[in-house]
């Protein structure tokens, strides 16, 4: 059994390990589709947000919508416009993630934009067929992701983002009412976005991060952040990239921790979880 459980940590060493980019894509500053229920009725649809027009002045900002169709298509795209509260341009998101914020059943559309150097998350639902604005609030500067998780365990939203331009990785917490509040992720990152695994690694039901993260393009940490706001776990530090994953070695249900380094040569260490987020090595 041991012999076999090698194996499969030995395939997926070889998959993380031939997966070694840089997430560059994700950094570029263009225009993401992104997908979720938009219109409660359970199926995927996917967003586009339109490109904003130029010139002085506010502008409305247009959002592409296909809504899915129970056979698994799309179908065509209809833009939504809507005037955004922004003061200062650029006014409109251009990346976002689909949650229900309230859970009342009627989904939420929660939006950044790349170059929005105050930061901020603009909430917005679609109600009666058109794009209502529900709220704007602080978010990461310059964020190059905007993505979903739910850290507290409260059945809420939550929501992380990562930044090359200002260095930094932050999660914030949706609260009962629609809004946002800082959450307990919170460090330096070079990388627009980490290399990173989201699980459940101290049993608690919510979402925790195992991540290699990157501080000021030198020095770098594998490390857990939990969203319980338990003190992080380290399993390594210095200067030279670290890969994470995260495997059940001993089929117990609890995800445990390995950390790839290949620096002076490939080195695969692995740390087993106690199921609370207590961890042992080898």
Avoid at 58 to 82: H, M, N, Q, W
Wanted: glycine share 12%.
């Amino acid at each position: 059994m041991r012999k076999s459980r090698m194996a499969v940590l030995g395939a997926i060493v070889a998959v993380v390990v031939a997966g070694l980019v840089p997430a560059t894509a994700a950094a570029e500053p263009n225009l993401r589709a992104f997908r979720g229920d938009v219109n409660g009725d359970r199926i995927a649809d996917r967003v586009t947000p339109g490109v904003e027009p130029g010139g002085p002045g506010k502008t409305p900002c247009v959002f592409g919508i296909e809504l899915g169709k129970p056979d698994g298509t799309l179908g065509a795209s209809r833009d939504y416009t809507f005037d955004s509260p922004r003061t200062s341009a650029p006014y409109c998101p251009d990346m976002g993630v689909v949650g229900d914020l309230r859970r009342d059943g009627k989904p939420d559309l929660i939006t950044t934009g790349f170059q929005w150097s105050e930061g901020g998350l603009l909430t917005l639902r679609l109600v009666r067929d058109k794009l209502k604005v529900t709220g704007l609030q602080p978010g990461l500067p310059f964020p190059n992701t905007l993505r979903s998780a739910d850290f507290n365990a409260d059945g809420y939203p939550d929501v992380w983002s990562s930044s090359k331009q200002v260095r930094e990785i932050r999660s914030y917490n949706s609260t009962s009412d629609g809004s946002f509040v800082p959450g307990p992720i919170s460090g330096c990152s070079s990388d627009p976005v980490p290399q990173h695994v989201i699980a459940d690694f101290d049993g608690d039901g919510g979402d925790d991060i195992l991540m290699s993260r990157r501080c000021e393009f030198l020095y770098w940490v594998p490390e857990i952040q939990f969203g319980s706001g338990k003190a992080p776990v380290a399993f390594a530090g210095g200067f030279q990239a670290y890969q994470v994953f995260s495997i059940d070695i001993e089929d117990d249900g609890h995800p445990d921790v390995g950390v790839i380094s290949d620096t002076p040569q490939l080195r695969v260490q692995y740390f087993r979880n106690d199921g609370a987020g207590n961890f042992t090595w080898g």
